[in-house]
């Protein structure tokens, strides 16, 4: 039997190093094949060093994640981090989303303006204008399966996802109701992710009315 | 609850709780003279705090506890240093470890040295109370009183921390009292002389690094076996098995050399690579890699006379080895394990484990294999291979009986002769977790 067997040609590499993470993550971390393995690929490396730490210390909850990261160096953890934002991967396009227009359009308004009623600040505030995150610790939203932006959320919600304190993604989840929780995830989930794909350097400024969060993980 | 109908059990009930009583109290007494003798004596105590001055100690203190690995049990996931909080698995439930930080409430700010030394060395709190040997002081009893107020003065200097103990987990009667003295009587024993010891490898082994906690094997009631001090034990709670130190074919010791490299560095270069993985890894990375070289070579030289007390003529292997060729599981493994383990199981120099001759691979019973394909892992990250090269995770790509061929295929080629893994056995560790 002469099947074709992948070239084994070994890399002293990073690439190399991190097989354990593209095995779920997809290769160079640009997610993973079943939809609900998130893109590590071009992320704020605060952003995912933040998460890693969240995994080896109790607030995120996944166990092959937790089991993986156990024996690693704080030092190493880092070097993970910045690998992955340091690729630049296109984006494929946007999977079509099977919600009514107008649930995209409470989920864009919520977004694009938040709800001063109900204290939710727009998304943008934080993730930037184009979503694709803030330097250096704030992830993008737009690129993530429906699926995992839902089980975040709710992870917020029960307590099951924490960030370092003050949580304020635990605060505005649990102002959300789960009507706005699937609008504002079906929107995102149905955005094309522009080009270049980068964090933006600086949170826009804030405009008049703006809601003030306190973020420990991204202060 | 009524007692009408059941009048012949409570007389059963009955009979056994006096004949187990009469035992407690035999068992009791004589833990309680022993306490009593001991306390007096501790109270003539002297004090051996030596010639060390204070910043010496606290360095002393400081290096004792990791390499003790206190710190390891004794944080909580994420939590302050020291706080207590991690579960600690036993066969009879959680226990939560404490919190050793200076915290004048919560913590042991305000023991004595004499009260750390009596936790240490007899396992007997400040209030006379019988400690859970989850706390291992049947190993620190070896621990010598001056080592004891190092770390000690260590302990007392880290930042305090205000978080209360956590209730035991035990449930009834292990979390008694009696149920503690009679296990006392049946597997502790103080050790009687605590100056520095002549032989230091064991004295590490045997003491502060409680290597035989993990790599002994226990009975029905949690205690060592004597005469199996390293036969290697399936953990309880997580189903790592922590091979036998003795047995050539398991983890006994090869060389000094390989031996200071694996608790150094967490891998060994051994005829290929291989690494500590599991459990280990964590005591690697959190302890072993700290030893000093002369600390290293004095537990590998102690290891190594572990492994020649019982070392059998030849290697064992098992009596039924797999020898048919399986086309589907040699596929399996040229289609996921081959690119980083090599076509011929030669692995990769540095990298990743050689599967030919492995005796992680092919040891009995194969669950850390099992536990590699399904969960994956990263060998410890260590200043002397601080960027190690990781493993997927399989639990969601391979079936249960996708697991179990291919690793029957690797433990039965390249020259490897070990028994067949069923996908039975492969269920049964899927469904264990392992986050602590």
């Given amino acids: ?219 | 609850m009524s007692t009408r109908h059941a009048r012949p059990q409570w007389v059963l009930w009955g009979s056994a709780a006096l004949i187990l009583g009469a035992w407690l109290w035999i068992f009791w007494g004589a833990d309680a003279l022993h306490a009593r003798t001991d306390v007096a004596r501790r109270a003539a105590s002297t004090g051996t705090a030596g010639t060390l001055t204070l910043a010496q100690q606290l360095e002393e203190g400081e290096y004792l506890a990791r390499i003790g690995n206190c710190g390891l049990c004794h944080t909580a996931p994420g939590g302050a240093p020291f706080a207590g909080g991690r579960a600690i698995a036993t066969p009879f439930g959680a226990v939560p470890s404490s919190n050793i930080t200076p915290d004048p409430t919560h913590g042991i700010g305000r023991w004595t040295a004499d009260d750390f030394w009596q936790a240490l060395h007899h396992g007997i709190s400040p209030e006379g109370r019988r400690l859970s040997p989850a706390f291992p002081y049947t190993s620190y009893t070896r621990v010598s009183r001056a080592d004891a107020d190092a770390l000690f003065a260590y302990l007392q200097s880290v930042p305090a921390a205000a978080r209360a103990n956590a209730p035991s987990g035990l449930a009834w009667p292990f979390n008694t009292q009696a149920a503690l003295a009679l296990w006392r009587a049946l597997y502790f024993w103080p050790h009687s002389d605590n100056g520095r010891p002549a032989d230091r490898g064991a004295y590490l082994a045997e003491g502060l690094g409680h290597c035989t906690e993990c790599h002994g094997t226990r009975d029905f009631l949690g205690g060592l076996k004597r005469d199996k001090t390293w036969a290697g034990a399936v953990l309880p709670g997580i189903p790592w098995y922590a091979p036998s130190l003795q047995k050539t074919e398991e983890a006994a010791a090869r060389s000094v050399a390989d031996s200071v490299a694996l608790l150094q560095t967490g891998q060994s270069q051994w005829l290929g690579t291989s690494s500590a993985s599991g459990p280990m890894a964590e005591v690697v990375l959190h302890g072993t890699q700290f030893l000093r070289d002369a600390d290293a070579q004095a537990l590998a030289r102690y290891l190594q006379s572990v492994a020649q007390a019982a070392a059998p003529a030849t290697a064992h292997r098992s009596e039924h080895p797999k020898t048919g060729e399986d086309p589907r599981a040699a596929r399996l493994y040229l289609d996921h394990c081959a690119q980083c383990h090599g076509k011929d199981g030669q692995g990769q120099a540095g990298a990743y484990t050689a599967l030919a001759g492995s005796r992680g691979l092919l040891m009995d019973p194969p669950n850390n294999a099992v536990l590699h394909v399904l969960y994956g892992g990263f060998p410890a990250a260590t200043a002397g291979n601080p960027r190690p090269f990781g493993m997927p995770p399989f639990l969601l790509t391979l079936t249960d009986a996708d697991v179990a061929a291919v690793l029957t295929h690797a433990r039965s080629a390249w020259g490897n002769q070990a028994s067949s893994v069923s996908a039975l056995q492969v269920q049964q560790l899927r469904r264990t977790q392992l986050s602590h």
């Fill in chain 1, 1 to 219: 039997m002469t099947a074709a067997v992948p070239a084994a040609v070994f890399e002293n590499s990073m690439a190399q190093r991190t097989l354990a993470c593209t095995g779920c993550h997809g290769p160079q971390g640009k997610s993973g094949p079943d939809g609900y393995y998130p893109r590590l690929a071009g992320k704020p490396a605060g952003y995912l060093y933040n998460q890693l730490r969240n995994f080896q210390e109790g607030r995120r909850h996944y166990a092959l994640m937790e089991g993986l990261l156990t024996p690693l160096s704080d030092a190493y953890l880092k070097e993970i981090a910045a690998y992955f934002s340091a690729l630049e991967i296109p984006y494929p396009p946007a999977v079509p989303q099977s919600a009514t227009p107008t649930l995209l359009a409470r989920g864009e308004t919520l977004v694009r303006k938040g709800d001063a009623a109900l204290q939710l600040p727009a998304c943008v505030q934080c993730h930037g204008l184009a979503l694709t995150g803030v330097q250096p610790s704030t992830p993008g939203l737009v690129g993530l399966p429906r699926d995992y932006l839902n089980a975040q959320l709710g992870g917020w919600q029960t307590g099951q996802r924490k960030a370092g304190a003050p949580d304020c993604m635990a605060t505005i989840a649990k102002r959300l109701s789960d009507a706005d929780v699937h609008a504002v995830t079906s929107w995102l989930a149905s955005q094309t992710v522009p080009m270049p794909s980068n964090p933006a350097a600086h949170r826009p400024p804030a405009s008049a009315g703006t809601l003030a969060m306190e973020c420990g993980s991204a202060p």
